[in-house]
């Protein structure tokens, strides 16, 4: 049915610095009958005339939206269009309290950015980040050697506020218009020399371009006349800034044809390099340590007296906060081993849309409403059903050879490998963003392999035998214990495109028993997920080609009983076009009759029908595919009716 849709190079979000828990300071709101709600105990300090207040108002803010229940409650009120008028704010540290605790907003979800959008918090955004490219010249950060190297508080400001852009663009294309039209490209290319700008800005710009840049044309032009700036950071080594910043680079160069095509080689020796970073060696050092952070890294936070509070300066307050915010040393480590994770993550996704061929764009351009059964199908024919498509490759010669050369599939294949169980019990009971993060990255890498197991040969990815063994090792990892949605499903859709490769093996599969195939049958049953269990049902249709008749009349029957109580039109489409295929070199006319499959597939070919009429919109670039298999449904049962009326039964099968 074609590849899979390449999927845009998303991020990891670090929490910003600079806020603190105010949870307290608002239960003494209400305590004190100030307010009847937590919200509009923030409004009013938001709309307060005192510095002070605001900044509450807005640390507040930053903290409450760690849940649903008060994001809820931020959605049904203005707060958010009454604080965005604070971005521009006369006083620096209300606009520094501004920036953070939309940027903690924005990182929720892409619903919460498209709200903010709605509520005109581009208009301030770009008025404040234009104040920093107006005077480019004379801004430049400092940083405080006796506070771990943190920087002051205007250039902070502009860390969130280019964080919160780039989480708005990632999630809306009016944000991205909206930069186009700012004319803040040109300068925000100067910010990613980090020697001047510090990593954290210049990694905080790269990732903004790297979303700016996707299947953005104006953009490409502006990039284009920064090559030499962009590539000069693809040779960075060290640590683990270093590692984000150079991929970053090297996504945006990916993103940009002209630079590709000018930068291609570089480019993938940086991803190389990348990828062959031991990810196990930091977590096996992070976990070390991380067991006795609630007993030796607790921080304890100052108390200041209120009083002594009003008499300081606003510097003194600022530092007095950037005192409060001051990471631990196990909170550096852990963000240190983010950025790697999150760096080979964006390795893998970058590779993806590399190695993704652009073969189904037929479909998109295909005029739904007019697509009749002689323009989008061939007469069902069983010797012409889906021949192997892996026998040859599909990527141009100087990408194949880089991902030959430099071993991509190998370490594709390490980054996609479980980590330890003890160091994964660990990340659960003490920091689940990490673990997170190895999760993404083990999905990501999956997906590139998925896409690579597309276009290239067998032979390149080792041979029948390899591939076999890879496929293997997925279902063992697959049915060892409970993974999240996200993990199974990029490891079904890679066993399902290993599985393609050995449609011409069928010796591989000479000691597979019903044991086996039953552990393959109740993963469909027991899944709640349409698109696994379209990954499951499609794996089932290829063993269908490739076992012996007796498990063959098995998936034969469990798959028609499935598609006839399925919900999804989708997997019942991928399902069926999968079943069909095992009618390809055989008749199995016994196994029909004994089935009665003829029925069945007739009432599949109606539910098909009445389905795809419901589900039109829904479908989306899909729907033409799922025409196709319900066209060729159709014929296969006209084809079996025809057979059946030939056929005489064995009466002792």
């Not at 002689?374 to 024919?381: M, P």
Request: with cysteine.
């Amino acid at each position: 049915m074609g590849k899979a849709k390449k999927p845009k190079t998303h991020k990891n979000k670090l929490n910003p610095t600079g806020l603190v828990e105010m949870n307290a300071l608002l239960d003494q709101e209400l305590a004190n009958g100030k307010s009847d709600s937590p919200i509009q105990a923030i409004v009013d300090q938001l709309q307060s005339s005192s510095v002070e207040d605001k900044i509450c108002g807005l640390q507040t803010l930053a903290t409450i939206c760690q849940t649903n229940v008060n994001i809820a409650a931020v959605v049904e009120s203005d707060i958010v269009r009454i604080a965005a008028s604070l971005l521009v704010d006369p006083d620096k540290s209300v606009r520094h309290a501004t920036a953070g605790a939309f940027r903690n907003l924005s990182v929720q979800s892409v619903e919460i950015c498209e709200y903010m959008v709605d509520q005109d918090v581009l208009t301030p955004l770009m008025a404040l980040l234009n104040k920093y490219t107006l005077s480019a010249g004379n801004w430049k950060p400092t940083f405080d050697r006796n506070m771990q190297d943190q920087m002051d508080e205007k250039s902070d400001t502009f860390l969130q506020a280019v964080s919160l852009l780039w989480n708005l663009c990632e999630s809306t294309s009016v944000a991205l218009d909206s930069f186009n039209q700012s004319h803040l490209l040109e300068s925000f290319v100067t910010y990613i020399d980090f020697k001047v700008y510090g990593k954290e800005i210049a990694v905080a710009v790269a990732q903004c371009l790297l979303v700016i840049s996707e299947d953005n044309v104006s953009s490409w032009r502006i990039l284009s006349n920064y090559g030499n700036e962009i590539a000069s950071l693809l040779p960075l080594e060290g640590d683990s800034s270093n590692v984000l910043l150079r991929t970053v680079a090297a996504g945006i160069i990916a993103n940009v044809p002209a630079l590709a095509a000018t930068y291609g080689r570089q480019l993938f020796l940086a991803l190389s390099k990348t990828l062959e970073i031991n990810h196990r060696s930091a977590l096996g050092s992070l976990t070390s340590s991380l067991p006795l952070v609630s007993r030796k890294d607790v921080v304890e936070l100052e108390v200041a007296d209120e009083t002594q509070m009003e008499q300081e300066s606003a510097e003194q307050s600022f530092q007095r906060r950037r005192r409060a915010d001051m990471p631990s040393e196990i909170e550096l480590d852990i963000k240190n081993v983010g950025w790697l994770l999150q760096a080979q993550r964006i390795s893998a996704e970058i590779l993806t849309n590399i190695c993704s061929t652009e073969e189904e764009e037929w479909q998109e351009d295909m005029d739904e409403e007019n697509l009749s059964e002689a323009e989008s199908v061939h007469d069902y024919d069983t010797n012409g059903a889906n021949d192997s498509l892996q026998n040859t490759d599909k990527l141009p010669v100087e990408i194949l050879e880089a991902i030959k050369s430099l071993g991509f599939v190998e370490k594709l294949w390490q980054k996609a490998q479980p980590i330890a169980e003890n160091v994964r019990q660990i990340l659960e009971e003490n920091d689940k963003s990490i673990l997170k993060r190895v999760d993404n990255l083990r999905a990501s890498a999956m997906l590139c392999l998925h896409n690579l197991c597309n276009n290239i040969s067998t032979d390149d990815l080792g041979g029948a035998e390899t591939v076999y063994q890879v496929w293997l090792e997925l279902g063992q990892q697959v049915f060892q214990g409970q993974q999240n949605a996200k993990l199974l499903e990029a490891s079904t859709s890679l066993m399902r495109a290993t599985l393609e490769h050995l449609r011409k093996s069928p010796e591989l599969f000479k000691q597979m028993t019903e044991n086996d195939l039953q552990l393959m049958l109740s993963g469909v049953t027991g899944c709640q997920h349409p698109e696994i269990r379209a990954n499951w049902l499609r794996m089932l249709g290829i063993l269908g080609c490739l076992l012996s008749e007796p498990l063959i009349k098995i998936i034969i029957d469990f798959v028609l009983t499935s598609c006839l109580k399925e919900q999804d039109i989708w997997t019942i489409s991928e399902a069926m076009d999968s079943m069909m295929d095992i009618f390809a070199e055989n008749d199995w006319n016994q196994i029909v009759h004994e089935l009665g499959m003829v029925a069945k597939c007739k009432e599949l070919d109606r539910i098909m029908k009445a389905k795809v009429k419901q589900s039109k919109r829904e479908l989306n670039e899909r729907y033409p595919a799922v025409c196709t298999v319900r066209t060729n449904l159709s014929r296969f049962c006209k084809y079996l009716e025809g057979e059946m009326k030939k056929f005489v039964p064995n009466m002792e099968a």
